[in-house]
């Protein structure tokens, strides 16, 4: 992820999972998204849910309503309904995972300046630590959560900590197996370790939160890529684009741009699915323009309303659709080969600010 800042998730991919599903992540068909579900989620993905209860309120007939509205007072008001830490035989190891779901119920409904709470959590996690027997990182981030894992590691566990824009996350997981998988992509084919992840105890703050709705579905990292294989059809064009070739797309680019940031990264991996997409082509777009929002410190909103805006440019005349539907009178071909020119122009922007140093150009 990065040293000298917060480390990234890999730039953890986040997938909407089955909208009916809420006792946890499903494989089952996506069902309707309706206007309080999808206002939901894009609260969820901003990571600030401090409105839901007004949103509920704004529509209580719609059926989003009423799935969320008891299921939301139990976890984020009463916070009766957290993660299930039964099968956890070690107490400290639920004591950091309950630490993190605190973080997360007061980061997410806004209770504090998120500094304050970041600050407070890693002062909690250091002091665990060090009584353990690490010496103290409470002032350089990347080293603590290094430690969280190795100790996660030391009870029996795999984890994943690190922010997943805009939150500092936890993943904690118990099986994982290798295969290397060859992944064609706009530039060259890549030979990737492909890591198969399985028996979760945290799936992290965003399926947290979506009530299993929404999920990190996995993520790259230099040395390889993670998935979260339940959440996907192995054979679909879903696995294959959203998973492998975007997260593929990722691990490319930490070799080539070393310090390109979040936003940038996301980017590139969206237009890559688009750019190979066939089947879920329109379903993509509408995906992406529901969830584009221009705001700081999410990366995949973020990432989302540069793709709306550029494919707009070159599609469109300029003009934004007028809904997420609007994208299905423009043949499949044309968003591909868009997709391609957006992700030719700015691998030239960054070879005009210099490979190794280039930050990107996605931005506020």
């Not at 990292?221 to 059809?233: A, S, V």
């Not at 797309?249 to 741009?257: E, G, I």
Request: glycine share 8%.
């Amino acid at each position: 992820m990065q040293k000298s800042s917060p480390r990234i998730v890999a730039n953890a991919l986040i997938v909407l999972l089955a909208c009916s599903a809420l006792a946890g992540p499903a494989q089952a068909q996506q069902g309707h998204m309706t206007p309080v579900l999808s206002a939901y989620l894009k609260m969820v993905f901003a990571g600030d849910v401090s409105g839901a209860a007004d949103l509920f309120a704004s529509d209580p007939d719609d059926r989003g309503s009423a799935m969320l509205v008891d299921r939301f007072e139990r976890r984020f008001n009463e916070r009766t309904d957290g993660l299930n830490l039964t099968g956890i035989e070690s107490p400290v190891l639920r004591e950091i995972t309950e630490l993190f779901q605190s973080y997360w119920l007061d980061a997410l409904t806004q209770k504090a300046p998120l500094d304050v709470l970041e600050g407070r959590l890693k002062g909690q996690l250091d002091n665990i630590l060090t009584e353990r027997g690490f010496a103290s990182s409470i002032d350089d981030e990347d080293t603590l959560l290094e430690n969280v894992e190795a100790f996660i590691r030391r009870e029996g566990y795999f984890a994943q900590s690190g922010r997943t824009a805009p939150l500092l996350d936890l993943m904690i997981w118990t099986d994982n197996n290798t295969t290397v998988e060859s992944v064609e992509l706009t530039d060259g084919t890549y030979d990737i370790e492909l890591n198969k992840l399985d028996g979760f105890v945290s799936y992290g703050w965003s399926n947290f939160a979506a009530f299993g709705m929404a999920s990190t579905g996995g993520w790259a990292k230099k040395d390889g890529l993670y998935c979260i294989c339940r959440h996907y059809d192995l054979d679909s064009e879903r696995f294959k684009l959203s998973f492998l070739k975007h997260e593929a797309r990722h691990y490319a680019d930490y070799a080539l741009y070393p310090e390109l940031q979040p936003a940038d990264l996301e980017y590139r991996g969206k237009l890559t699915e688009l750019a190979y997409s066939e089947e879920g082509t329109y379903r993509l777009l509408e995906q992406f323009t529901k969830a584009a929002n221009r705001i700081e410190n999410a990366s995949h909103p973020l990432a989302n309303w540069y793709v709306v805006d550029g494919l707009s440019m070159y599609l469109l005349d300029g003009e934004w659709p007028a809904d997420e539907g609007a994208w299905q009178s423009i043949p499949k071909d044309q968003i591909r080969a868009a997709a391609r020119r957006l992700l030719e122009y700015h691998d030239d922007k960054l070879a005009e600010l210099g490979p190794s140093s280039a930050k990107g150009i996605v931005n506020l």
